[in-house]
T-cell receptor, first 114, second 114 residues
């Protein structure tokens, strides 16, 4: 079974500041990990994903995440926030063999101030 | 390609009324999903269809039924709507031929049950 915990339902940053959104997972098998973004009144869009191999994963819009097995974490970062990054971000986990369902965290809303 | 489309975009029902939410995808994906999104709870899986001809319950199936009409279409039915079913409903699809279960989401249906 898998589960995801996202720390902080809201994160506020200033434009140009570092963005850090936290995600910890629990999985009984080697996980696949995902970050999705949801802009207001839209569906979810994949930002990046970790499957196997390189633990630092780069995604769209300058975001990246690092898989740390020892810490069971998959935190999302961006060096410099832009106003357009304001959205809700969801971390998700699945297993890695056969048909797998995604299990989502509760989401973190990122607020970016000028 | 339109991706994943959902109809209607908005709906208001009275308690006890029934309705069907429609979903279609044009990416030739094998698997389709229905989620509901509620504040502070992330996305929760209602039902899914791993392949054409199969459907299975997810985390919160009570009060819902689904039909996988063909490979493209997956509908969600509320037989007797209740206020607890007020939510935003998302349909998603994924391609099992890949190793990773990346899901593509529709724009959502906002349902209010009075």
């Amino acid at each position: 079974a898998q589960s995801v915990t996202q720390l902080g339902s809201h994160v506020s940053v200033s434009e140009g500041a570092l963005v850090l959104l936290r995600c910890n997972y629990s999985s009984s098998v080697p996980p696949y990990l995902f970050w999705y973004v949801q802009y207001p009144n839209q569906g979810l869009q994949l930002l990046l994903k970790y499957t196997t191999g390189a633990t630092l994963v780069k995604g769209i819009n300058g975001f990246e995440a690092e898989f740390k097995k020892s810490e069971t974490s998959f935190h999302l970062t961006k060096p410099s926030a832009h106003m357009s990054d304001a959205a809700e971000y969801f971390c998700a986990v699945s297993g890695n063999t056969g048909f797998q369902k995604l299990v989502f965290g509760t989401g973190t809303r990122l607020l970016v101030s000028p | 390609n339109a991706g994943v489309t959902q109809t209607p975009k908005f709906q208001v029902l009275k308690t006890g009324q029934s309705m069907t939410l429609q979903c279609a995808q044009d990416m030739n994906h094998n698997s389709m999903y229905w989620y509901r999104q509620d504040p502070g709870m992330g996305l929760r899986l209602i039902y899914y269809s791993a392949s054409e001809g199969t459907t299975d319950k997810g985390e919160v199936p009570n009060g819902y039924n689904v039909s996988r009409l063909n490979k493209r279409e997956f509908s969600l039915r509320l037989e007797s709507a209740a206020p607890s079913q007020t939510s935003v409903y998302f349909c998603a699809s994924s391609d099992l031929t890949g190793a990773v279960d990346e899901q593509f989401f529709g724009p959502g249906t906002r349902l209010t049950v009075l």
